[in-house]
């Protein structure tokens, strides 16, 4: 399946404006800290799905993908452990972030 290069910004563009729309509507944090859901998770495992889709058929694909998660992983913990969200809205931020990603990448498959 041929992807366009362009697609990765599309959707983390798309991504922030939902975390921030979401933020905005539970009124929980502000546009760019805290709150639910966790902008940082989304955008990282955004970017990991991304990564992965991205490589489709390379033979570097798994190694790659990989360190792509263990970095989203990271940046999930690190948001917990600074004490910046909590488990459930890094969960909500990192689901997200990878199903938009996800969504956007096969609607504009050609």
């Known amino acids: 399946?041929?992807?366009?290069?362009?697609?990765?910004?599309?959707?983390?563009?798309?991504?922030?404006?939902?975390?921030?729309?979401?933020?905005?509507l539970s009124g929980r944090g502000t546009p760019l800290?805290?709150?639910?859901?966790?902008?940082?998770?989304?955008?990282?495992?955004?970017?990991?799905?991304?990564?992965?889709?991205?490589?489709?058929?390379s033979e570097h694909r798994f190694l790659v993908s990989s360190l792509a998660l263990i970095m989203a992983l990271l940046v999930a913990q690190t948001r917990v452990e600074?004490?910046?969200?909590s488990s459930l809205e890094v969960a909500t931020?990192?689901?997200?972030?990878?199903?938009?990603t996800l969504a956007i990448f096969q609607v504009f498959s050609v």
């Open 1 to 24: 399946m041929k992807r366009p290069r362009w697609l990765w910004i599309v959707a983390l563009v798309l991504v922030v404006v939902i975390v921030i729309s979401m933020k905005a």
């Open 33 to 57: 800290r805290g709150g639910w859901p966790s902008g940082h998770a989304a955008v990282a495992f955004a970017g990991w799905m991304a990564v992965t889709l991205t490589l489709d058929g």
């Open 93 to 100: 931020g990192a689901t997200l972030g990878a199903i938009v």
């Open 82 to 85: 600074a004490g910046v969200h």
